[in-house]
């Protein structure tokens, strides 16, 4: 079946470190997008990929740095420049890249400070 | 004021009520529209996808959009406690390549 898996399911983060959050896809997308989703926030972009080896800053880019060096593949990391990284991050994907188009969810990261 | 505006409820049914979820949004700019299903520890799932006024139907979920009052709604009919999740909608404003996203409204259908 295709679809977006994310892992790990659960992270922590120690002070000071740097972690990287995976997000594959098998659907041949082309556009990737990050989202951070904290509770009473809704949904807040973080970075996205229109095609491979480019991407964009979304709304709350700061701390977080991704790459996109193959289609299928969008890992994001969360660096220690991120000083509130407790939240629920989420990785979505669309067929092509354009505001009209539908994003697909994978189950998404917890990521939490130890 | 937020582009697109959603009441976070949170709403309670009996099973088998209707159920009516609603959004409404600022900006006219070229309109798709979706309406996201999302249970607790998991990624959104699109229910439906919408571009023009009127009804759009697939099983018990009909989609609803009014542009002239700037309102879109989602109605569950025969509602289920497996329905019990948080619903988003969510506006695609055309050449922006962001979606613009409601907080969502929390449903919860009591057996």
């Known amino acids: 079946d295709g679809g977006i898996t994310q892992s790990p399911k659960y992270l922590f983060r120690k002070e000071g470190q740097n972690v990287t959050l995976s997000c594959e896809q098998n659907?041949?997308?082309?556009?990737m997008y990050w989202y951070r989703q904290d509770p009473g926030q809704g949904l807040r972009l973080i970075y996205y990929?229109?095609?491979?080896?480019?991407?964009q800053k979304g709304d709350i880019a700061e701390g977080y740095s991704v790459s996109r060096e193959k289609k299928e593949s969008f890992p994001l990391t969360v660096t220690s420049a991120q000083k509130n990284p407790t939240a629920f991050y989420l990785c979505?994907?669309?067929?092509?890249?354009?505001?009209?188009?539908?994003?697909?969810f994978g189950d998404g990261t917890r990521l939490s400070i130890l | 004021q937020k582009e697109v505006e959603q009441d976070p409820g949170p709403l309670s049914v009996p099973e088998g009520a209707i159920v009516s979820l609603n959004c409404t949004y600022s900006?006219?700019?070229?309109?798709?529209f979706m309406w996201y299903r999302q249970y607790s520890r998991k990624g959104p799932e699109l229910l439906m996808y919408?571009?023009s006024s009127g009804n759009k139907e697939d099983g018990r979920f009909t989609a609803q959009v009014d542009k002239s009052s700037k309102y879109i709604s989602l109605f569950i009919r025969d509602s289920q406690p497996s329905d019990s999740a948080t619903y988003l909608c969510?506006?695609?404003?055309?050449?922006?390549?962001?979606?613009?996203w409601g907080l969502g409204t929390s449903l919860a259908v009591n057996p």
């Open positions: 979505a994907s669309s067929i092509a890249p354009g505001g009209d188009q539908p994003q697909h």
């Open positions: 659907l041949n997308h082309d556009a």
């Open positions: 990929s229109q095609i491979v080896n480019d991407f």
């Open positions: 900006n006219s700019a070229f309109q798709y």
């Open positions: 919408t571009y």
């Open positions: 969510a506006k695609a404003p055309g050449n922006n390549r962001k979606l613009i």
